[in-house]
């Protein structure tokens, strides 16, 4: 955190784990109208949410202090999860020259599809949506499977980056911190994102996220999707 205060870091990416936020998760942990932890949960479900809510808190303020140091940030979830609701996440959203940028994996060469959001100050992560009309995904991020000899849930397939999505963020993460030397150098003001560039945040229409998220947890009764 200091480093990120003083200047010392020039970027910073945080993909906080999801297992509190989903609402594929049965019995969900949180709901929309109650994000800090659904009341009377088990003893270790509770802790699970304290930690989760302890960290949402952390990165806010990390990411907050890159971007007032002029560093670079990027914030990583799927698109449905629930981090997005939280307020202090809202506010750094609000932030000028911060957007979100939404996509599917699936152009990064996997079989499933999964919605993914980076909210950033990167001027170019808005790239990372190519906009390829893609086929069908051939993979659901559903119920379990067997991988590696274990039964595990499906969701743990895409907890790892895909390779070219892994690429494609250095190679655009390099050039804007070239570009960012440049104007540092010339005595100018750091480059970030633009606004027309911003995909929005799911909060920002609750309406239609809301429904999605009653799908998806219907979903998850029906395939029996509990997560440990």
């Known amino acids: 955190m200091e480093c990120a205060t ?9 993909g906080t784990l999801c297992q ?35 960290l949402v808190w952390w990165t806010v303020q990390f ?23 939280f307020a202090t996440v809202i506010e750094l959203y609000l932030l000028e020259g911060v957007i979100a940028t ?31 009309v893609l086929a069908r995904p051939t993979a659901v991020l559903r119920g ?21 999505l892994g690429i494609k963020m250095g190679t655009l993460a390099s050039e804007d911190l070239e570009m960012r030397c440049k104007e540092m150098k010339a005595g100018r003001p750091v480059p970030m994102a633009m606004r027309i560039h911003d995909h929005g ?9 809301q429904d999605m998220m009653e799908d998806e947890m219907e979903a998850a009764v029906m395939t029996q999707a509990f997560v440990p």
């Open 201 to 209: 945040l799911p909060s920002v229409d609750p309406e239609r996220v």
């Open 63 to 85: 990411c907050m202090r890159l971007w007032a140091a002029g560093a670079l940030f990027s914030w990583e979830n799927p698109w449905m999860s629930m981090l997005w609701w």
């Open 20 to 54: 509190t936020m989903t609402p594929a998760r049965w019995p969900p942990l949180r709901s929309l109208e109650i994000l800090d932890g659904l009341p009377n949960l088990a003893p270790e479900k509770a802790d699970m949410v304290r930690v989760a809510n302890e």
């Open 102 to 132: 939404v996509f599917k994996q699936q152009e990064y060469g996997v079989p499933w599809e999964k919605m993914t959001l980076y909210l950033h100050n990167y001027p170019s992560y808005h790239k990372l949506n190519s906009g390829r």
């Open 6 to 14: 003083q200047g010392v870091l020039s970027i910073g990416h945080s």
């Open 144 to 164: 379990k499977c067997w991988y590696n000899g274990a039964e595990i849930f499906r969701t743990k397939l895409s907890q790892t980056y895909p390779v070219d």
